[in-house]
Antibody, heavy 120, light 107 residues
Framework: EVQLVESGGGLIQPGGSLRLSCVVS????????LNWVRQAPGKGLEWVSV???????YYADSVKGRFTVSRDTAKNTLYLQMNSLRGEDTAVYYC??????????????WGQGTLVTVSS | DIQMTQSPSSLSASVGDRVTITCRAS??????LNWYQHKPGKAPKVLIY???NLQSGVPSRFSGNGSGTDFALTISSLQPEDFATYYC?????????FGQGTKLDIK
């Protein structure tokens, strides 16, 4: 059974750092591309970053230079290192597995999310 | 970046109604368009991928169409469990942007 479980959220002061984890099961972190998606309070979904099976990464402009996505194949875990955090980074952060069918990419499995609150 | 614009932002409807939500891309994206359903406190769920392909297990009352810049999600006969927020997402570029969402609630 495919599962993704996020952790690491919490209250952090502006300018601080936090690392989110997403433990996956039912597949390996290197076999699919994996994404982080966030939802700020009262707002919609915002794609944050992706790491492809070959290791290539991409980021939304809003987090580029501050966030870094990585994975540990031995622990089957995806990470999101978040630095220089701002109030607008307050959100529920989801990890989501990407897949490709008939040439089309989409996110087929999601975690339940972890809440990050950036506030003094 | 490719911007995705959904309309309407919110919609009130009744059980049994037929509803359509539209999504417009700022650049042509062929058929690289997905639709998700999101309920509070739950993980988002993919409904449609590649503009019109129904994800396995999704009821056939959901359908999608469109290509290029204009797309639509239609629910043919609303059921109580369909009241949720719906998002389109482009997967044409590697910044997989979402629309701002359409909240569907009970009239």
């Amino acid at each position: 059974e495919v599962q993704l479980v996020e952790s690491g959220g919490g209250l952090i002061q502006p300018g601080g750092s936090l690392r989110l984890s997403c433990v996956v099961s039912g597949f390996t972190v290197s076999s699919n591309y994996l994404n982080w998606v966030r939802q700020a309070p009262g707002k919609g979904l915002e794609w944050v970053s992706v790491i492809y099976s070959g290791g290539t990464t991409y980021y939304a402009d809003s987090v580029k230079g501050r966030f870094t996505v990585s994975r540990d194949t031995a622990k089957n875990t995806l990470y999101l290192q978040m630095n220089s955090l701002r109030g607008e980074d307050t959100a529920v952060y989801y990890c989501a597995r990407g897949t490709r069918t008939d040439g089309y990419n989409y996110f087929d499995y999601w975690g339940q999310g972890t809440l990050v609150t950036v506030s003094s | 970046d490719i911007q995705m614009t959904q309309s309407p932002s919110s919609l009130s409807a009744s059980v049994g109604d037929r509803v359509t939500i539209t999504c417009r891309a700022s650049l042509p994206i062929n058929r690289y368009l997905n639709w998700y359903q999101h309920k509070p406190g739950k993980a988002p769920k993919v409904l449609i991928y590649g503009a019109f392909n129904l994800q396995s297990g999704v009821p056939s009352r959901f359908s999608g169409n469109g290509s290029g810049t204009d797309f639509a999600l239609t629910i043919s006969s609303l059921q109580p469990e369909d009241f949720a927020t719906y998002y389109c997402q482009q997967c044409y570029s590697t910044q997989y942007t979402f629309g701002q969402g359409t909240k569907l609630d009970i009239k």
